[in-house]
């Protein structure tokens, strides 16, 4: 048999890192501005497009599907390669798509600054940018199976078979939380609306995390680490267990980011108890990972690479440790709504992903310029400033999350809340907001000394576009499938295996979800539940465009905290026309589900123009530009059609007068506001925000209680 001379393709690896460190720059720099601007809100400068609400979606875009999504695309092409001892199959679907990725990240830098948002956590972005996102992830898929198809090397490693999960999972996610109805070319609204919303939304959300975040870097770790500390993987049994497990049971734990909420209680224990179950696979990944480097800890101490991969591991050890202690009810109450989550985030943000991929990277680029790195000395002082920074994050978060819960649950021995102006709770964590931020600074500015390093290391090198390689052509062998030798058979059938791999991550989105779909009695209606007015809808999608769910929730739970300080807990039947949900992950500010009647008109409208002056202290920008901004009532009749579609009772035709309403209540806001001194236009924004936060929780007859 004749052997086969042919070259693996560099360039795409070095374009993807490039992409990685340039877009985890921006993604850092957004999330340290916005870190700021949690105690020093002027830091918005007054425009727009820069408040929290607007560029804390654009912080977590760019550092989930900019800086990691690029890492993981380098590090796959590169792994490929030379896993299945092939070029990659195509490279025009190489080229298309990383500069297709480039073009969608680009898209969301502008669009979501701009207010142009489905709101939708973690999936923001409006349909063309959903639609741009599907072409150009299905030409990375028939990229990585053509290569695998047509490699030289007949088994497939286990980095691979995360590489597979990754590619079937994100795109049945993808497609299914993107199914929305198109106002214009940048508005739509979701198909699926409230409870039933929040179910897809966190399955989508809580699942983005399992199979962007998560095991396409376990696929990466499987084959950057052993290569680092030239040692075998500990155990291929294990990583079997582990990668089975995984991929079934993470797509289970969705609910538990939805507890005590209007969500069915089966649902919300169903996904407590597969993220218990979460911990046995998770820990098996960090533990074959840390095994891989028996005999080779004396290498820890001088390799700058090993130790980012050795705390990037920890951290997803310590991560996926935390997730399912705070699946736990009981922590839950304490943790949800609070920067704990935040913490959490960051952890495996910070230390998982980030720690991992400067570890990578460090690898990386000695190998493609065929030169060693510049400085080992600068690389281990960009560790220790990037686990400082770690700390300095999630500490402080930590504190201020259990902090703020226990203040907001806090009663006198008189039965009274101790702390009823929720305010007091904010302001009282500020010190640890800015320490957060500090930490930020640090984490970015190790940023800056790895790319002194690598580009000196690149300068003092040679770049390798075409890397030559041989092989012997694949002869695949005719053994069947036979007891105890499944997976051996599985691993040499990649269609197979990827069919396998889609039924298993079916199972549990689809017992989840169908219940939750097609009985009526999880989601029992309200009569007195009524579709938003025209003027209401546009205040709503204002809301939205602000960024205004980002710090404020829609749900108030059933304890006697809650109900004490916001009112009647949210029913499930009360959000069947809210198309998106808009529940929150964050209380910033307090919860507004029952706000309306709360306060006068003068009010809210003093309070969006300089919320300090209703509420001395608050971190709240202003909102001045809703003033004079006026509302697009040309799009009034597209919204009441396209929200008719699917499935809100709108009356026939009533979209050829449905203006006619909105001017109607819109002038009785702006009549009332006038008889306090107000002057202001009826169409304008913050008329129709006003219009929205009246309405909300009005729907049920309930008690109004005050802060």
């Keep these: 048999m004749q052997i086969e001379k042919f070259s693996y393709d560099n360039n795409i690896v070095k374009q993807f890192s490039i992409a990685t460190i340039v877009w985890g720059f921006v993604g850092m720099l957004v999330g340290l501005i916005i870190a700021i ?12 497009y820069t408040t929290f609400g607007r560029i804390r979606p654009l912080h977590t875009n760019a550092v989930i599907f900019a800086f990691v999504g690029n890492m993981i695309f380098a590090g796959v092409y590169y792994s490929l390669q030379r896993l299945c001892k092939a070029r990659m199959f195509s490279d025009f679907l190489s080229k298309f798509h990383f500069w297709g990725w480039q073009l969608i990240i680009v898209a969301a830098a502008i669009t979501l600054p701009l207010g142009l948002t489905t709101s ?32 030289r090397e007949e088994h497939m490693y286990v980095a691979i078979w995360f590489y597979i999960a990754t590619f079937v999972t994100v795109t049945i996610l993808h497609v299914v939380n993107s199914i929305e109805i198109p106002v214009s070319f940048l508005k739509s609204y979701p198909v699926y609306a409230g409870v039933q919303d929040a179910l897809v939304q966190w399955w989508y959300g809580h699942n983005a995390v399992a199979f962007f975040l998560t095991t396409p870097y376990l696929g990466l770790m499987y084959y950057f680490l052993p290569k680092a500390a030239e040692r075998p993987v500990y155990s291929y049994r294990l990583s079997i267990l582990h990668f089975w497990a995984l991929i079934f049971i993470y797509i289970w734990a969705g609910p538990h980011h939805l507890l005590y909420t209007a969500l069915p209680d089966w649902a919300q224990s169903l996904g407590t108890v597969f993220s218990i179950m979460l911990i046995a696979p998770s820990w098996g990944g960090m533990l074959n990972g840390l095994l891989t480097l028996r005999g080779a800890w004396d290498k820890v101490r001088e390799n700058p690479v090993l130790k980012f991969m050795v705390v990037a591991v920890t951290a997803y050890g310590m991560a996926t440790f935390e997730g399912p202690m705070l699946s736990l009810k009981n922590v ?15 952890v495996g943000a910070l230390g998982w992903n980030g720690l991992l991929t400067f570890g990578i990277l460090y690898w990386l680029i000695p190998k493609m310029w065929n030169t060693k790195l510049h400085s080992r000395k600068l690389a281990n002082s960009h560790f220790w400033i990037a686990t400082l920074g770690i700390v300095f994050y999630v500490v402080p978060m930590y504190w201020s999350g259990i902090t ?45 000394m790895m790319v002194y390093n690598l580009a000196m290391t690149a300068k003092q090198g040679k770049f390798i576009k075409d890397e030559a390689a041989e092989a012997y052509p694949l002869v695949k062998s005719e053994d069947k499938l036979k007891r105890g030798m499944i997976h051996r058979y599985l691993e040499k059938r990649p269609v197979k295996f990827a069919l396998l791999s889609t039924v298993v991550i079916l199972i549990g989105g689809l017992v989840e979800a169908v219940p939750t779909f097609i009985v009526k009695s999880n989601i029992p209606t309200i009569s007195s539940v009524k579709p938003y007015s025209p003027l209401e809808l546009h205040g709503r999608d204002i809301y939205i465009r602000e960024g205004c769910n980002a710090c404020h929730s829609q749900m108030v739970r059933p304890f006697r905290s809650e109900t004490e300080r916001y009112g009647e807990y949210s ?59 006026r509302i697009d009532t040309s799009e009034t009749a597209a919204k009441i059609s396209a929200l008719r579609s699917i499935g809100v009772p709108y009356p026939d035709g009533y979209e050829k007068f449905a203006n ?26 913050i008329v129709a925000l006003i219009a929205y936060l009246q309405r909300l929780g009005t729907d049920i007859k309930v008690e109004k209680k005050g802060e």
Excluded at 127 to 142: C, L
């Design 120 to 151: 939708k956590e973690y999936a923001e972005l409006e349909w063309p940018i959903d639609i741009m996102i599907a072409v150009v992830w299905v030409a990375f898929g028939i990229n990585m199976f053509g290569t695998i198809i047509k490699r």
């Design 37 to 48: 601007q949690l105690y020093f809100p002027a830091a918005n400068l007054g425009i727009p």
């Design 660 to 685: 006619e309403d909105l001017m109607t209540q819109a002038n009785s806001i702006a009549d009332d506001l006038l008889n306090n001194g107000i002057p202001v236009n009826p169409d304008n924004d």
């Design 571 to 629: 029913k499930a039947g009360e959000f069947v026309y809210d198309h998106p949900f808009l529940w929150g992950s964050k209380r910033t500010g307090p919860d507004l589900h029952r706000v309306g009647g709360k306060y006068s008109n003068l009010w809210h409208y003093l309070h969006m123009e300089d919320p300090a002056q209703m509420s001395p202290g608050s971190i709240m920008p202003s909102y001045k530009w809703l003033i004079t901004q």
């Design 404 to 448: 703020q819960s226990l203040m907001w649950k806090q009663f006198t021995e008189l039965g009274l809340l101790q702390y009823p102006n929720f305010l007091e709770t904010t302001l009282q964590i500020i010190p640890m907001h800015v320490i957060r931020s500090i930490g930020g600074l640090l984490y970015l500015s190790g940023m800056f």
């Design 332 to 346: 839950n109450a304490i943790s949800h709504y609070t920067d704990w989550t935040i913490a959490h985030v960051h």
